[in-house]
Each structure stands twice: as C-alpha cells, then as structure tokens.
C-alpha cells in the first residue's frame, strides 16, 4: 500500500488516545507537543499520564472504550492490545471518516505515523509503509546523528529571514535566487563555531548593509547559552 505523506496541524483539535500504557504515553507526549487537546480514555494511566491529567493537561475518562467515544475527535490513536476493541474502534472511525491510527496493526489504520527527528520546526520522518518498524527505527537514529541541535538555529535563522527577503517586494522569482544565494553551505560550520560575524557578514552582502539584523542578536546569544549548556 502507499501512503500519502502529510503534515496535519492539529493545534487545538480534539484527539483522543485509547489506552493508557507506555505506548499511549508516547502518543500522548506527541500529541500535546503539537498543540492538540488530548482526551485518554483508560481505566489506569501511567505516572506520566496520571501527573498531565492532574495538572489538566489532558482529559481523562477512566474506563474501558465504549461505542460513541469517538464522537468530535478530529483524530484518534488506539494503543490497546485488545483485539476485539480494535476492531470495534476502527468501525466507529471508518463511519465518521476520523483519521484512525491502531498502534502496530496496520489494516485497521487509516494512517501510520512515521519514525521522526525533530529538530525544533524541522521535522524528518522516514516510513517504510508499515512494512519495517525496525528499519525506520535504524533510519531515525542514523538522521538523529546526521541532523544535529545546530540545524534547529538554522531554520530559525532562515525563519527571521524569510521575511526580510519578501518586505524588498521584488518578484517571486528573485526571491527565490536570494533564498537560494542566503543558504550557504557555510553556514553550519560558521554556527557551530560561533562565527555569527561571519554570519551577518554573509547576509549583509546577500541583503544590503541597511538590513536590520537586530533579531539575530537574540539568536547568538540563545546559541551561546546553548553551547554552554551542552559543553
């Protein structure tokens, strides 16, 4: 089967997680992590979970899934190794057409979810289509190595950009040239040196001299508390 990739923003949505073990934990983690408002329906909870429910960071029903829970849910993650509760959960998705992901059996799925590095807003996910977990697995941490903190600034610092680039109001076409010409393949290096002189010096020629670079002090500095942290 293929799947089409997507990105769902799930920022105040209704997501509901059946189950309340070590696996639903993790689901539940990633799902508040993007902004979604989480409903676990279970009879326990671990102490994670119990600790997000005390503080009212998640919903809690404490019982086993009955028919109708799923009603509202945008979307909804089973983490229960009870067969028959699968499928019965999966019936109720499928007549509300709710995105329904059944953790580790696939036919009952109407998405899976991908093996991800996350490096603040970047997101690298590998799927193997269901088939491999393990090798998805393997492909993450060799990408965990591969992409390290540093490319969290560098997005970051394209984020600031990006602006800057679009309040010149040239055409679309020059803007991707520039784009394109501020993405040197320095720039990593001039980061995990601590070289943000040679960064803004980069800019400046690709932008003008009157570029106003004052967010990007804010970003060294950030940086700075960063290397200082992990040394």
């Known amino acids: 089967m293929e799947y089409f990739p997507i990105n769902l923003d799930i920022r105040g949505r209704n997501c509901i997680v059946i189950g309340g073990g070590r696996v639903a934990e993790r689901k539940v983690c990633g799902l508040l992590e993007c902004g979604a408002r989480v409903r676990v329906i279970s009879p326990e909870l671990t102490p994670v979970l119990q600790e997000l429910s ?11 899934y009955c028919s109708g829970d799923l009603a509202g849910a945008f979307l909804v993650i ?6 028959r509760a699968q499928e019965e959960i999966h019936a109720e998705a499928d007549k509300h057409n709710t995105l329904l992901n059944v953790a580790d059996v696939p036919k009952w ?3 899976i979810l991908p093996a991800s590095v996350r490096r603040g807003a970047l997101t690298v996910s590998i799927s193997t289509s269901g088939k491999s977990p393990a090798l998805a697995r393997r492909l993450r941490k060799d990408l965990e190595k591969q992409f390290g903190p540093e490319y969290e600034i560098l997005l ?7 602006p800057l680039v679009l309040a ?7 803007n991707k040239i520039i784009f394109e010409k501020l993405l040197h393949q320095d720039l990593l290096v001039w ?19 009157d570029v106003n670079l004052a967010a990007l002090t804010e970003m060294e500095q950030d940086s700075m508390l960063f290397e200082r942290e992990r040394s």
């Open 109 to 111: 799925c109407n998405f």
């Open 78 to 83: 089973a983490a229960t190794n009870d067969s």
């Open 191 to 209: 980061m995990q040196a601590g070289r943000w002189d040679r960064i803004k010096e980069h800019i400046r020629l690709i932008l003008g001299d």
């Open 168 to 174: 010149l109001g040239r055409p679309h076409s020059e």
């Open 54 to 64: 005390d503080k009212g960071g998640i919903d809690w029903t404490p019982r086993l």
């Open 156 to 162: 970051d610092l394209l984020g600031r950009l990006r």
